[in-house]
């Protein structure tokens, strides 16, 4: 390579690396040679020095790439990846100059992810809400019929079924604001919280507001925290949500007159919160499907107890978007273990 065209490299790769959006910019060989901190940010070991293909291994990408470097032009690539969470970009290929052979190429990635996510919230939204609203509604508008007809003159009617139709009508706000809380996560999904949370704070908070609840079932909260702060990098108000879930259904679906052990833990970089109840327990069969949106093993208790079959499903949400993890453990008649395992922050002391 002569002196001017390393200057030249020098200063393509300054100005990528200056770009705010995600840009790559690879060599004739398919070698990544600039890359801009978004990129870098955006998918994980990307560096310069590395062939690309090694690192975005999806087939339709690198044909497209093999095809911009022989024939020039420009190239649209609608690319989805998995894991860790459901991510859509869009990736334009365009070829720069060649050595007569092969083009070297500028990928410059759109980050649709937020848009596919929208537009599959809407049809989710539509479909969940039509369906689970739609038993309350009846009977509050049963009720209605009632009450302008047979009833009209009938003070002691009039007294009851008014008192059912504002528990369908609480039944209906709370599941449509557990809707727009998980519709909200999922929004997010892609991006991963970075501000510093003490998980330890927040189990206090929790427990302090359910001590009413647990009271009124003689449950017994024990608080197992570690000496220092357990902090992870968190959206503080979707940590408050997990917390609250896990503990208030331990209460409401363990034991009555029995005891929640709430433990907080680190190990290997990880930090773990462990929620467990000495209840009936969870046969084998339904644990697979427990962070399912409206699943529930007993459709009577749930509703009794004001549950909208959304709970857990907020909670594995909010762990994956927190790129953690949620595991459940339970034997029939020896309670069941709900633990959410985060990555955690480098203890600071204090």
């Not at 996510?117 to 309350?136: G, I, K, Q, W, Y």
């Not at 009846?138 to 003070?155: K, Y």
């Not at 139709?165 to 991963?192: C, F, K, N, P, W």
């Not at 970075?194 to 003689?218: H, N, Y």
């Amino acid at each position: 390579m002569t002196e001017t065209a390393d200057a030249r490299a020098a200063i393509t790769a300054t100005l990528i690396e200056a770009i705010g959006a995600p840009v790559i910019l690879i060599d004739a060989q398919g070698t990544i040679r600039a890359l801009s901190p978004a990129a870098r940010s955006l998918i994980s070991g990307l560096d310069t020095g590395k062939q690309l293909a090694l690192v975005m291994r999806d087939p339709d990408l690198i044909d497209a790439i093999d095809d911009v470097a022989q024939r020039g032009g420009r190239h649209v690539v609608e690319l989805v990846e998995r894991v860790p969470v459901e991510r859509t970009f869009r990736i334009h290929i365009v070829a720069l100059e060649g050595d007569g052979r092969r083009h070297a190429a500028m990928l410059t990635f759109e980050d649709l992810s937020e848009q596919r996510m929208t537009e599959r919230m809407r049809v989710d939204f539509v479909a969940n809400a039509s369906h689970e609203l739609r038993t309350p509604l009846a009977s509050v508008l049963g009720f209605i019929e009632t009450l302008q007809g047979p009833a009209r003159n009938d003070e002691a009617a009039r007294g009851r079924f008014l008192g059912i139709m504002r528990e369908q009508g609480l039944r209906m706000a709370r599941l449509v604001d557990d809707l727009l809380s998980l519709s909200r996560i999922e929004l997010r999904a892609h991006v991963t919280p970075q501000t510093p949370v003490d998980l330890a704070a927040i189990a206090r908070e929790i427990v302090d507001s359910l001590m009413l609840l647990a009271r009124g079932r003689e449950v017994t909260i024990a608080l197992d925290l570690p000496a220092q702060p357990l902090r992870v990098a968190g959206d503080r108000d979707e940590l408050l949500r997990l917390m609250e879930n896990l503990i208030e259904n331990a209460i409401k679906y363990g034991r009555r007159g029995g005891r929640v052990e709430v433990t907080l833990a680190s190990a290997g970089g990880e930090a773990s919160v462990a929620v467990r109840d000495d209840g009936q327990g969870i046969a084998p069969e339904h644990l697979p499907r427990l962070t399912e949106r409206f699943y529930r093993i007993d459709t009577a208790q749930s509703r009794e107890t004001g549950g909208t079959g959304l709970g857990l499903a907020i909670v594995k949400h909010i762990v994956l978007r927190h790129r953690g993890r949620l595991t459940i453990e339970s034997v029939v008649g020896q309670g069941a273990t709900f633990r959410a395992v985060l990555p955690a922050l480098p203890q600071t002391p204090g």
